[in-house]
């Protein structure tokens, strides 16, 4: 299979097994697959289908058993785990199902902690860190404390820390999963808005099938197989 | 750069019961390190204030104290006629060549014996000594069986009251003074003439030499040629070294002690601060795995976890020290072991010492913290993510 050339993630015959005792559990056997840069992705398929696993992957915080994957050009399966965490800080923006903000931060110290990593000032950093929560509407909240904010908001917050750094690829792991419709509507319309807007190249797994809607590409895992629709 | 420091400071503000909780426990201990360091400090300080930094003692080669000292009447003559020995007001040497005996003397109400200190002394003794009052009575006259008594000594032990008689050296004394002596050993002593004393204990020679220099500063030469005169066998201290000696043995003693104590005591504290850490990380094991995931390294995790059982430590020193700073209020009194005298004295607080309980804090913060901030750093970020 050859690369795509407008590809920004390229997987090829990757692997992955979990171990249980003396049990070995195949989770990922030789997927390959592209993404194409600016696109959004929904990886879906039942529970155990490894769907995380391969979001866990491409995101660089996981280690596979064999195969490669390429993002933005980058081989990560050879880097070291500080090189792994050094590519993540500019390469990556994670988006958690349970928001993941520090408790103890405001929303504006919980967007500025990806830029603690570059060698942005200070200035710098609360530039970025106002221009993002304002693309996502939340300007008037950045000292407030992520208790003091709804699931949509805290969600909000998490998704300007996710782009604060501009990353190559955002992952995003059952975004809507704890939100009420209303707040998993406005969720996935911001998302929409970093693809179309921004360009931004999304990888998101899900089991809702309206957060699915929105992306541009439907790909199921099932026992460790990926298929497309 | 890392892991911001507030996040550490703010997580210790969140779970602040468990933080101040865990912080006595190790302020307890430093309460305690700070304490007897500064009780052998305060036991120090007053024993150095009974001496004089412009007196010289002498005293026999390899004596630790009077008690143990001979100098003999020639050796004492020879030393009397050195340059270095200044000159007072009326016109003599202020030099007080003094004995120096323990008796037994009964106490007041319950007829236990206890060691007296009786001192011979000279004409100089009182100028040499400004610590020193006459507080009622007289000084007793030359040639006389009449002594003065310290003020604590006159109050605790039997005939040693004013106008009241002693009986030792096989006669008897009439006590015709009392004189206080602040918070010197001096109060715990009976002072006589010296001659008369000798003749009681039937001693031929005196025990040590005191004199005052004419110029403080030429004690090291004079110290220099006195050791190495073939005709002395004497040793001279500045009289502020010679109460530092004397309470050396005690100090050491107490700051063993005290540390020996404190080691002991603060396992539990380092246990109690690892404990609280440990749940720290328990409960924070998805902001951990989030951490790294935004791409903070392993260490930046672990330097987060130290510097919180750093700063849960450095709250426990100040606890502790500001606790123990109070004990300055407190004064002791004890035996004085050098001369087997009661001595009066406080805890002192320094600065050293201030900062010593704080490291020592720090060190327990440290310690408490390595195991459960190793742990933080070697959670695996897609274990750490489930589990949040």
């Known amino acids: ?222 026992k460790g197989e990926l298929s497309e629709s | 750069m890392g892991i911001p420091y507030s996040y550490s400071l703010r997580n210790l503000w969140t779970r602040r019961l468990t933080t101040v909780l865990t912080a006595s426990g190790m302020g307890l201990v430093v309460f305690v390190f700070a304490a007897t360091l500064m009780l052998a400090e305060g036991l120090q300080q007053t024993l150095v204030q009974t001496g004089s930094a412009d007196n010289v003692v002498i005293i026999r080669k390899a004596s630790n104290s009077e008690v143990q000292s001979g100098v003999e009447r020639d050796q004492a003559a020879l030393i009397e006629s050195q340059p270095e020995v200044a000159i007072g007001a009326d016109g003599n040497e202020l030099l007080a060549k003094e004995l120096v005996v323990l008796i037994n003397l009964k106490k007041r109400g319950t007829d236990k014996p206890a060691n007296v200190v009786i001192r011979g002394i000279a004409a100089a003794s009182l100028a040499l000594r400004p610590a020193v009052h006459l507080k009622v009575g007289r000084l007793p006259r030359p040639g006389s069986a009449e002594v003065i008594a310290g003020e604590s000594i006159a109050r605790r032990f039997k005939g040693c009251g004013l106008g009241e008689t002693l009986r030792f050296g096989m006669r008897d004394w009439r006590v015709v003074g009392i004189f206080d002596a602040g918070s010197t050993g001096f109060s715990s002593e009976i002072w006589g003439d010296c001659d008369q004393m000798m003749q009681a204990f039937r001693r031929q020679v005196y025990s040590s030499v005191l004199f005052r220099m004419k110029d403080p500063g030429r004690f090291d030469p004079f110290k220099a040629r006195i050791e190495s005169d073939p005709r002395l066998t004497v040793e001279a201290k500045r009289e502020t070294r010679y109460y530092l000696d004397q309470s050396e043995a005690m100090a050491n003693f107490l700051r063993i002690l005290g540390m020996v104590l404190t080691v002991v005591f603060s396992i539990g504290a380092v246990i109690g601060a690892t404990i609280t850490m440990y749940a720290a990380v328990a409960n924070r094991v998805g902001e951990i795995g989030t951490l790294r995931a935004l791409g903070f390294q392993r260490a930046s995790i672990l330097g987060a976890f130290l510097i919180e059982a750093l700063l849960l430590g450095l709250c426990g020193g100040v606890l502790g020290v500001v606790a123990a700073s109070f004990l300055q209020l407190i004064t002791i009194s004890t035996m004085n072991w050098a001369s087997f005298s009661e001595l009066a004295f406080s805890f002192t607080l320094t600065f050293g010492i201030f900062w010593k309980s704080l490291a020592f804090s720090l060190v327990m913060g440290f310690i408490g913290g390595m195991l459960p901030a190793v742990r933080a750093a070697r959670l695996s970020i897609v274990t750490a993510l489930r589990e949040s």
Request: net charge negative.
């Open chain 1, 1 to 222: 299979m050859s690369e795509r050339p407008d590809a920004i993630v390229s997987i090829r015959n990757l692997s992955k097994s979990y171990r249980r005792g003396n049990q070995v559990l195949p989770v990922l056997t030789g997927i390959s697959f592209d993404i194409a840069r600016g696109e959004f992705v929904a990886l879906m398929g039942p529970s155990g289908s490894g769907k995380s696993t391969l979001l866990n992957l491409i995101a660089g915080i996981d280690s596979a058993d064999s195969g490669s994957i390429k993002v933005a050009g980058v081989e990560i399966t050879g880097l070291s785990e500080n090189e792994l965490a050094r590519w993540r800080a500019h390469s990556v923006g994670f988006i958690f199902q349970f928001y993941n903000l520090i408790p103890v931060l405001t929303a504006f110290e919980n967007v500025e902690l990806p830029l603690l990593l570059t060698s942005l000032s200070r200035r710098e950093r609360r530039e970025h860190v106002e221009a993002v929560l304002s693309v996502v509407g939340l300007a008037d909240r950045m000292d407030h404390y992520p208790s003091q904010l709804s699931g949509g908001q805290q969600q909000r917050v998490a998704i300007a820390r996710a782009v604060v750094t501009d990353p190559e690829i955002l992952v995003a792991d059952e975004p809507t999963g704890d939100l009420d419709r209303a707040s998993a509507e406005e969720i996935l319309r911001l998302m929409d808005r970093l693809v179309h807007e921004l360009g931004k190249t999304i990888i998101m797994v899900t089991h809702d099938p309206r957060a699915a809607e929105k992306a541009h590409l439907i790909r199921h895992l099932e």
